[in-house]
């Protein structure tokens, strides 16, 4: 077998040259390109020719350049030392590396739907802010959380709502100065620095214009949106000289104007401060109840005002504390909603409300529909109300259970009446629209959903005996409900003459409120006396017969 003749040492090296993925230029004394290389040439002219700096070097150098539309990489080195006055440049294409690197750097510090600093970029912004600041100097951070966004995503579309997204960021960036810095750090959250500032006036004045703003309405696919954001502030150096302890003070100011008045702006104080922690106190306090399972159920009847029978039961939460002390919902609920625990209190209390089912039979008589009220969030909480279905279904008392929802479930485009009513209906349950009147009324909307009760809020019921113009709507109300086939419920009823007005004027028939019974624990309802005879209102039927009972009911 013959020796492989390889070719002459100049001409080798000349090919390997030629055949290397990187460009490769020498360059005389004068800048002269006298040598370069396939991948040199694909290049352009501009990274061939004409490069003074290459040839007045004498040391190692790098640099990254742009040439034409491309990055690239150039490593300059004299040949031989310099003693040939000879050049030696590598040129390496870097562009898709700084393409991917640039995307890498956006996607850590952009947010991708509105363009503004993401929370990463602002605390790093707000981090040097903060270690150049000298003494004197003055700024404020607000935190600005856009009021029911949840309601317009529900209500237009997820699309209509990354839209208004955009919007708010673009109309608060216009009320802003070179030197302040915008940022979203979530959902429907955004972070305001307003540096440098001269006082606290001067800081609310700039985030009440920014409120005002938000305001005004947003068009958007052919709809008027109207939106509001609750503004919390804190000032540097006043409430703190680190961010973390600015941001936590600017959030408690922020939950003060959402828990009083939204669309509102509120400078940060100490007793803000007392409260949040007074806040996480109930939380952790919740937690522990949720997993120590210390909730358990009041009742409250629905009675027919014509025969004084119990046509149903209501089934109120309680939580019952370390301190054995009875805790109403208006205490935490909100704060269970807030923190995503509502959903595992109400599984407890399906769990309670399936236990005591023999008493309640006992109490207000067998076969009573019962009633669990199911938060807006949850109704459209698709795998959660999946989960609950499945329970009610497994305990086989599902047809004689009533879902009491409020119209913000219903009236949205969320996910309530195409996946979750469908469940409901197929074990066999019942659908209540609760507190109707006060909130997401739509009559158009009214009339595609297939409910079985409509309860009156109690606004409409309170001294309707003395309010003509409400007893318009009430009356207009009751026939809408019949006309679609739904059991009205007089809700709040506490006074005798709100119950002659209703027997009198109108055909509604059901009713609950103080006026029959206040919510009471089981306990506390088998030990009530019998109403006194000579009341305005007969005893009825069965144990159901002590609910309008003076000495206990009216002392619950």
């Known amino acids: 077998m013959s020796e492989p003749v390889f070719p002459e040492p100049a001409t080798l090296l000349e090919a390997a040259i030629q055949a290397l993925p990187v460009g490769v230029v020498v360059h005389d004394r004068h800048g002269h390109c006298i040598l370069a290389n396939a991948a040199a040439r694909r290049l352009g002219d501009k990274a061939i020719h ?14 990254v350049e742009l040439i034409d539309d491309r990055m690239v990489e150039t490593q300059t080195q004299p040949v ?38 993401n929370r990463t970029m602002f605390e790093q912004s707000i981090a040097d802010v903060l270690a150049g600041s000298a003494p004197g100097d003055q700024f404020a951070l607000a935190f600005i959380d856009l009021d029911n966004f949840k309601h317009i995503n529900d209500y237009y579309s997820h699309a209509a709502g990354d839209a208004l997204l955009r919007k708010v960021s673009d109309r608060i960036g216009g009320a802003l100065r070179q030197t302040d810095l ?56 006043e409430h703190g000289d680190t961010y973390e302890t600015l941001a936590r003070q600017a959030d408690n100011a922020m939950y003060r104007v959402k828990g009083e008045l939204k669309g509102g702006v509120s400078l940060f104080d100490d007793a803000m401060s007392q409260a949040a922690t007074a806040r ?39 939580w019952r504390d370390e301190l054995g002390m009875i805790q109403a919902p208006g205490e935490f609920i ?31 008589g067998p076969g009573v529909t019962v009633s669990l009220n199911i938060a807006a969030k949850q109704a459209c ?103 679609l ?34 919510p009471l624990l089981l306990d506390q309802i088998r030990q009530a006396e019998p109403r006194v005879p000579g009341s305005r209102v007969p005893a009825t039927r069965s144990r159901a017969s002590e609910l309008r009972i003076s000495s206990q009911l009216r002392r619950a």
């Open 50 to 63: 004409a490069r003074p700096a290459a040839a007045a070097s004498e040391r190692d150098v790098t640099n």
């Open 80 to 117: 031989l030392e310099g003693r040939t006055g000879l050049t030696l440049t590598t040129l390496t294409d870097v562009t898709h590396h700084h393409r991917i690197q640039r995307e890498l750097l956006t996607k850590a510090f952009i947010d991708a739907l509105t363009g503004l600093p």
């Open 182 to 237: 915008l940022a979203r750090i979530g959902g429907d959250e955004f972070v305001l620095l307003l540096a440098p500032i001269a006082d606290a006036d001067e800081a609310l004045a700039a985030v009440r214009s920014i409120s005002e703003r938000l305001k005004q309405p947003f068009f958007i696919d052919g709809h008027e949106i109207f939106a509001s954001a609750s503004i919390g502030l804190s000032l540097f150096p």
């Open 280 to 318: 996480m106190a109930v939380e952790q306090r919740l937690r522990l109840a949720i997993r120590d399972r210390c909730f358990c159920c009041a009742f409250q009847p629905k009675v027919d005002m014509r025969s004084h029978a119990v046509t149903g039961v209501e089934v109120l939460l309680r």
């Open 334 to 364: 909100a704060l269970a909603i807030e923190l995503g625990l509502i959903n595992e209190i109400t599984l407890q209390l399906l769990t309670e409300t399936v236990r005591a089912m023999p008493d309640i039979d006992e109490v207000f």
């Open 381 to 483: 909480d698709v795998p959660f109300m999946t989960e609950f279905c499945a329970a009610l279904g497994e305990t086989g008392l599902a047809e004689r259970f009533v879902l009491e929802l409020t119209e913000e479930a219903f009236f949205t485009t969320g996910h309530f009446q195409r996946e979750v009513l469908p469940k409901i209906r197929a074990i066999g349950a019942r659908v209540s629209i609760d507190d109707f009147g006060v909130g997401y009324s739509s009559l158009a909307a009214l009339a595609d959903i297939t409910a079985d009760e409509l309860k009156i809020d109690r606004s409409f019921i309170t001294d309707i005996d003395k309010r003509p113009r409400s007893q318009i709507v009430l009356k207009a109300i009751e026939s809408l409900g019949a006309a």
């Open 485 to 518: 086939g739904m059991t009205v419920v007089a809700e709040g009823v506490e006074t005798f003459e709100e119950v002659a007005y209703l027997l009198g004027a109108t055909q509604i028939r059901c009713a609950q409120g103080y006026y029959f019974a206040r």
